[in-house]
C-alpha cells in the first residue's frame, strides 16, 4: 500500500449515499490539504472536494449541495460523504496528498499538479 490508500468505492441507485475513505497513515507528516478527484475513462481528472490543515472546506460545484468532507485528526483519515448520488458521479475517485503551503484559490486547490502523493483510486459506480 501507498502513503495514501482509498476505501469505501462502489455501486449503489440513484438517490443513495456512499462514504469513501482516505487513510494517509503512510505520510511521514501531516499532509496541508487532502483532496478527492474522480476521473472517468477516456476524461481528465477532475477536482471534487478539499480540506485544509486550518479546515477550509473547497467544493466543485456540482457536488457542492450533495458532498461533504470532513477529517478524523487522531486517526489520521479524511472521508467523503456522498449523498444524492446521480449517474454522473460514476468514475474511480482518487484521495491527494499536499504537502506543502501555496494555494489560495479554487484554481489551485483543483489543480492535481499541486499534490505530491495520489491513491490507487476507488470505482463509484452509480445506476439510474
Known amino acids: 500500500q501507498g502513503p495514501v490508500v482509498e476505501y469505501g468505492g462502489g455501486s449503489a441507485q440513484a438517490g443513495a449515499s456512499l462514504r469513501l475513505s482516505c487513510a494517509r497513515s503512510g505520510l511521514t507528516r501531516s499532509s496541508v490539504v487532502t483532496g478527492w478527484f474522480r476521473q472517468d475513462p477516456g476524461k481528465e481528472r477532475e477536482f471534487v472536494a478539499a480540506i485544509t490543515s486550518n479546515g477550509e472546506l473547497w467544493y466543485t460545484d456540482s457536488v457542492k449541495d450533495r458532498f461533504i468532507i470532513s477529517r478524523d485528526n487522531r486517526n489520521n483519515m479524511v472521508y467523503l460523504q456522498m449523498n444524492s448520488l446521480e449517474p454522473e458521479d460514476t468514475a474511480v475517485y482518487y484521495c491527494?496528498?499536499?504537502?506543502?503551503?501555496?494555494?489560495?484559490?479554487?484554481?489551485?486547490?483543483?489543480?492535481?499538479?499541486?499534490?505530491?502523493?495520489w491513491g490507487q483510486g476507488t470505482q463509484v459506480t452509480v445506476s439510474s
Open positions: 491527494a496528498a499536499k504537502m506543502n503551503y501555496g494555494c489560495v484559490t479554487y484554481e489551485c486547490y483543483a489543480r492535481t499538479s499541486e499534490y505530491d502523493y
